[in-house]
């Protein structure tokens, strides 16, 4: 036992933070069971979809066709509960868990190194957008699981050339696209790092193009049959974003302004430790190591497409970033280590307060 725990105490360290990190959000930060507007969209397509009768075209558009499987499964959990607060809630605590310890094997399948794995996860963990209570009536966490995992698999695929783990990504990135879209960006990654890998030429090409294949079958298929089910399409989602999101009192357009408050609250004191460890990563020079990190961002910009802008759209960007800040900070001394990760959680576990307080000038 004492052997086990010795070898897996990175493991149990993560899931006890992750526990801590939950009952902070639910009882520090500030769940509630009340619905905020998404949430309860969310809520009517799930009675809809469990007991019938009519819905707005909105519930459809935005919440129905996009995340079917994130609300079954939350139905399948009211079937007991008959509370869709606390089923929704369920269902992204244990999504949250298993974010956990996908990232953790994500990073250490990209550095070979568990002090970085480590404490790249719990700048994760300990992040606001992650842990914040707004999202736990929402299909987001969901979404950056499939995201983490897909991507994980992807990296085992072109490290061991093991075509499991190829179909593996491809299946886990299709189940993550019908829980929340993010979910379907691990295909991105997967193609990209095929494309940057040792693979043969010919091979690339061939994995690339089944990628391509095997999930445009599934999702298009989908997506046909949910139109003439509903007659309205994930597009229409997109174009009503577009038309309708300046009439919001709480809108803000697009700008490079708008987007560095964002991404500033986003990662917060994250950021010094991402540029210290872009410096230190420039300094190793591990050109298979930084092809695969850049190979991973693209699909992380993604959030920079939609037409409305805010920080849990771009919680996935955070997840890249958290990978090479943990890099930086494992290489720094304990006395800077420590104080930083103790600055970064009260910080994150305050923002909400600072953000009241802070009065950023632009």
């Given at each position: 036992m004492t052997e086990y725990i010795s070898k897996n105490k990175q493991i149990i360290f993560i899931f006890l933070f992750s526990v801590v990190s939950i009952f902070v959000s639910y009882f520090y930060i500030g769940y509630s069971p009340e619905?905020?507007?998404?949430?309860?969209?969310?809520?009517?397509?799930?009675?809809?979809?469990?007991?019938?009768?009519?819905?707005?075209?909105?519930?459809?558009?935005?919440?129905?066709?996009?995340?079917?499987?994130?609300?079954?499964?939350?139905?399948?959990?009211?079937?007991?509960?008959?509370?869709?607060?606390s089923s929704f809630s369920i269902v992204n605590v244990f999504f949250y868990i298993l974010c956990a310890f996908a990232f953790y094997f994500l990073v250490l399948e990209i550095y070979k190194e568990k002090k970085v794995a480590f404490i790249s996860t719990l700048l994760v963990i300990f992040n606001f957008y992650v842990i914040d209570p707004g999202n736990a009536h929402l299909a987001d966490m969901s979404g950056w699981f499939f995201l983490i995992f897909s991507t994980y698999l992807a990296i085992r695929?072109?490290?061991?050339?093991?075509?499991?783990?190829?179909?593996?990504?491809?299946?886990?990135?299709?189940?993550?696209?019908?829980?929340?879209?993010?979910?379907?960006?691990g295909l991105?990654?997967?193609?990209?790092?095929?494309?940057?890998?040792?693979?043969?030429?010919?091979?690339?090409?061939?994995?690339?193009l089944g990628a391509v294949v095997l999930s445009i079958i599934p999702i298009f298929s989908y997506h046909i049959?949910?139109?003439?089910?509903?007659?309205?399409?994930?597009?229409?989602?997109?174009?009503?974003?577009?038309?309708?999101?300046?009439?919001?009192?709480?809108?803000?357009?697009?700008?490079?302004?708008?987007?560095?408050k964002i991404l500033g609250w986003l990662f917060s004191f994250g950021w010094f430790a991402f540029l210290f460890g872009?410096?230190?990563?420039?300094?190793?020079?591990?050109?298979?190591?930084?092809?695969?990190?850049?190979?991973?961002?693209?699909?992380t910009l993604t959030f920079l497409i939609w037409p409305a802008i805010t920080q849990r759209l771009a919680v996935i960007l955070m997840f890249w970033l958290s990978l090479v800040a943990g890099f930086g900070l494992s290489r720094v001394r304990w006395y800077i280590l420590y104080p930083f990760l103790g600055l970064y959680i009260w910080f994150n576990y305050n923002i909400k307060f600072l953000i009241d307080k802070i009065n950023l000038p632009f």
């Open positions: 619905f905020g507007s998404d949430a309860t969209e969310f809520r009517d397509a799930g009675v809809f979809l469990s007991q019938g009768g009519e819905v707005s075209r909105e519930v459809l558009m935005n919440r129905v066709i996009p995340s079917p499987l994130f609300l079954y499964t939350s139905i399948g959990l009211n079937f007991f509960l008959d509370d869709f607060a695929y072109i490290n061991t050339s093991n075509r499991k783990f190829y179909y593996l990504s491809i299946l886990f990135a299709i189940v993550g696209f019908f829980f929340k879209e993010y979910g379907g960006l991105i990654n997967l193609a990209l790092l095929i494309l940057i890998s040792g693979l043969p030429r010919k091979q690339k090409i061939k994995d690339v049959f949910a139109y003439f089910q509903y007659h309205v399409s994930y597009f229409d989602k997109f174009i009503n974003v577009t038309t309708n999101s300046p009439s919001n009192p709480d809108y803000q357009s697009k700008s490079f302004v708008l987007l560095v872009i410096r230190e990563e420039l300094k190793i020079k591990d050109k298979k190591r930084l092809m695969i990190l850049l190979a991973c961002l693209p699909a």
